[in-house]
């Protein structure tokens, strides 16, 4: 029998459960989860700012969330955008909707699985920013074609980011970060906008650090802000 929390072959990501969910995660997965859920069954609108229950002017895209510190921090810092968060692990879902349950915010909508399917849902043109943050770096030279970043990935953002609309990455990893560095530079439909140094070493305005972020330093590593204009 198929285990639903292991990933499918060719995934991004790995394994999607880690200790068993506590009782009030477990509620939430199955009571508030449902009700943030994009259905992926039915087509997106035309518009999808009319997926928040809130009027928002645009729309964000966070593929791989982790425990939602920063996607959330972002949502009630601009009340006026609506953000879309991916998260297969099940663990860092539970963590953010225990969040929303506390602070309910009507500009936020999920996905528990592959990002990929809600890129290629999304109609064209009609994000405004694309964040990966801390993506898995896949360092074996065996695994790096599951990393997120791929030429056919890039022209799947580059279909749904509006002209001027950004593609944001930072890691730990300079492997990965030099890896996505060469691919968004050879890709024509993305321009780095870095024109000095401390535009890839400093994060961007506001901020909102991560728990892995904070490892990642403390453990010596020093994080890399890269960010890429659709041109």
Not at 186 to 200: C, I, M, Q, R, S
Not at 213 to 221: L, M, N, P
Request: include cysteine.
């Amino acid at each position: 029998m198929t285990d639903p929390f292991e990933p499918p072959a060719g995934a991004f990501f790995g394994r999607r459960r880690g200790r068993p969910m506590r009782e009030q995660q477990a509620t939430l997965t199955a009571q508030l989860l449902p009700r943030l859920a994009l259905d992926l069954s039915a087509p997106c609108p035309d518009d999808p700012r009319t997926l928040f229950a809130a009027p928002v002017n645009d729309v964000v895209l966070e593929i791989g969330f982790g425990g939602g510190e920063h996607l959330l921090a972002e949502a009630k810092n601009h009340p006026r955008t609506g953000f879309i968060g991916c998260e297969p692990f099940v663990q860092g879902m539970a963590k953010a909707l225990a969040a929303l349950d506390r602070e309910p915010l009507d500009t936020v909508r999920l996905h528990a699985d592959d990002a990929t399917a809600v890129v290629d849902w999304l109609p064209a043109a009609s994000v405004s920013t694309v964040w990966l943050l801390y993506p898995d770096p896949w360092p074996k030279k065996r695994h790096w074609k599951r990393r997120f970043v791929s030429p056919a990935m890039l022209d799947r953002l580059a279909r749904i980011l509006k002209p001027g609309g950004e593609f944001r990455f930072a890691s730990d990893i300079e492997s990965y970060v030099d890896w996505t560095l060469a691919h968004c530079r050879d890709h024509p439909a993305f321009a780095w906008t870095a024109t000095t140094a401390d535009d890839w070493r400093k994060p961007w305005d506001g901020w909102a650090s991560t728990r892995y972020e904070a490892k990642a330093i403390a453990a010596g590593r020093r994080p890399a802000y890269l960010t890429f204009r659709r041109v």
